[in-house]
């Protein structure tokens, strides 16, 4: 048998950090070279209607005007295994509020001989009060009904809580054994760590420079001049968990480190609002993260 031969052509692929996710990455493995193809536009859509032969005619216009040049998130590594975790504590903290919610509003229409003694209590303390209930099931009695939802609500608050810290604890140790020069920066934990591990993915290189890592979390500036008058705005686009980040370190830094205060101090006396301030300093940290995010994975940082 001889040598596998490999595929050297080119692959078009729309959605390839969603359904188009195992496409993408059988072709990679077959060596397609694959590229993101942004979903056509609805002027596109209304013109000729939406249909997949239009929709593969408009990739392959995208292709080869130059418009569908952006290589595709790796997700084979760390960064794919950390969305995959932080999706599910996505989904175990938001069904945690709504059970809190919910305890606390059966707390407020239950009788008062039940409210005695509960009223007031903050959410964790009144989910462990409530979880020990004892309750009698065969009782047509408002009061014995009430406790069995409550006790109901509080243990399963209790269940998401363990949840969600079991994933905490294997998000901590992922982030830390796939990044540690990431988590060894200033004002970075777990959680900012994991969200700019995940934007970049698990081929940071395909990112050209520093710069295209900031406009990636919407760090970048963006102009907004007009006439004589040269600004520049905050960016609103860009992966916003991967910006939320950026802004948790910025304040991080800003409340404690003296170098960081002097800078935004600096920018704001030239003449910048506090926003355009923040803006700048979100931008000098996603250059630090980005060769730190290089650095991990092994990848040779640009000089400057």
């Known amino acids: 048998m001889g040598p596998q031969v490999r595929c050297l052509g080119r692959g078009r692929v729309e959605g390839t950090g969603s359904y188009g ?23 596109h859509r209304r013109r000729y209607g939406k249909h997949d032969a239009a929709d593969a005619e408009a990739a392959a216009r995208a292709l080869l005007a130059g418009e569908a040049a952006s290589e595709p998130k790796g997700a084979d590594g760390a960064a794919e295994s950390l969305r995959s975790l932080r ?8 069904a945690r509020t709504q059970a809190a919610n919910q305890l606390h509003a059966l707390l407020s229409t239950a009788p008062e001989r039940l409210r005695q003694g ?3 209590l903050p959410t964790g303390q009144l989910a462990a009060r409530a ?18 939802a409550m006790r109901s ?21 992922l982030v830390e054994e796939a990044a540690p020069e990431l988590v060894a920066l200033d004002g970075v934990g777990p959680d900012t760590a994991a969200a700019l591990l995940i934007a970049a993915g698990d081929n940071p290189e395909r990112l050209k420079s520093e710069a295209s ?27 916003r968990d991967a910006n939320r980040a950026l ?29 355009e301030a923040m803006r700048c300093l979100k931008r000098y940290i996603a250059r ?17």
């Open 247 to 275: 802004h948790v370190v910025a304040l991080n830094r800003l409340r404690r480190d003296d170098r960081t205060q002097a800078y935004v101090a600096r920018r704001m006396a030239e003449g910048k609002s506090k926003k």
């Open 213 to 239: 890592f900031a406009h990636l979390c919407g760090a970048a500036p963006v102009q907004a001049s007009s006439g004589k008058v040269v600004r520049h705005r905050l960016n609103s686009g860009g992966n």
């Open 21 to 43: 996710a195992g496409l993408s990455r059988h072709l990679r493995a077959k060596g397609v070279l694959v590229r993101e193809v942004n979903r056509t536009s609805r002027q």
């Open 118 to 120: 509960l009223r007031g």
């Open 131 to 148: 979880a020990r209930f004892r309750c009698d099931t065969r009782s047509s009695d408002p009061v014995a009904a009430t406790k069995f």
């Open 288 to 304: 630090e993260t980005y060769r730190a995010i290089l650095l991990d994975a092994g990848v040779r940082v640009p000089p400057g």
């Open 153 to 173: 609500v509080a243990r399963r608050h209790r269940a998401l809580s363990e949840e969600i810290a079991g994933l905490d604890a294997r998000i901590e140790r």
């Open 87 to 94: 999706v599910a504590r996505r989904s175990a903290v938001k």
